[in-house]
């Protein structure tokens, strides 16, 4: 079977499952994950109404940085246009199961092509994650920005491409954007170089390239 089909099997499967955990919950409001859901949509309602950054609950709302902010962003269009709450779960279930197709295509450049496909397989089909992941919540544009981190972080480990370093670190970095534990794994930047290359041959200016890419994007 040719790298396309396995690619969109991949998806499919992924999808359909998240699609089936999805249909699972009874009504709309099944989708508010606890508090947490409420608070980033606060923010996209903010951020159109008051032009403010803030998930406070008023007509005057000040301005907070409590949630991280690429979340809330994905959120605004769905918020904006009013729609219905399955319209960003049906967004995120088409994100997480490209992601995990696009994981396929990164590990079989590290792994055989049939590790690659079994690990994949198995993350499409665990059932956990996909109930999360249909709510309104973080996980699925975590999953895309996290995973393809450290994918593309082991891939630079065992070929040393320039290009795979700044897109891991890029992608960590949107990472902890959209979730804040991702911000204590910019470690992982400079310990891959130094997996890379070895500890008596450090190269200073890689890891600082690295770390430069992931603190510029993380600054807001």
């Known amino acids: 079977m040719n790298t396309k089909k396995i ?9 359909l499952i998240r699609l089936a955990a999805l ?7 099944s989708l508010i994950y606890i508090s947490d859901s409420l608070t980033y949509l606060q923010v996209a309602e903010n951020l159109i109404e008051h032009q403010v950054y803030s998930m406070e609950i008023s007509d005057t709302p000040h301005a907070d940085n409590f949630r991280t902010p690429l979340y809330p962003i994905f959120l605004v269009p769905f918020v904006w246009l009013e729609t219905s709450l399955y319209a960003p ?20 450049k590290i ?10 397989t198995l993350f499409a089909l665990e059932p956990f994650g ?17 995973g393809s981190s450290i994918l593309l972080l082991t891939l630079y480990i065992k070929d040393k491409k320039l ?8 992608a960590m970095a949107l990472a902890g954007l959209t979730r804040p534990i991702a911000f204590y794994l910019f470690i992982l930047i400079p310990f891959a170089v130094l997996l890379s290359y070895g500890i008596k041959n450090i190269k200073w200016k890689k890891i600082g390239l ?4 992931f603190f510029v994007i993380s600054s807001p």
């Open 163 to 170: 290009k795979h370093l700044v897109i891991a670190s890029a």
């Open 89 to 108: 779960a049906i967004a995120q279930l088409l994100i997480v199961s490209a992601a995990i197709a696009l994981f396929f295509l990164l590990a079989r």
């Open 210 to 213: 690295g770390l430069l890419i």
């Open 23 to 29: 249909l699972s919950f009874e009504e709309e409001k």
């Open 130 to 146: 996909a109930l999360i992941e249909s709510q309104i919540m973080t996980e699925s544009i975590f999953i895309l920005f996290f």
């Open 7 to 15: 690619f969109i099997i991949i998806f499919l499967v992924a999808f």
């Open 111 to 120: 792994f055989s092509e049939k590790v690659s496909i079994i690990a994949t």
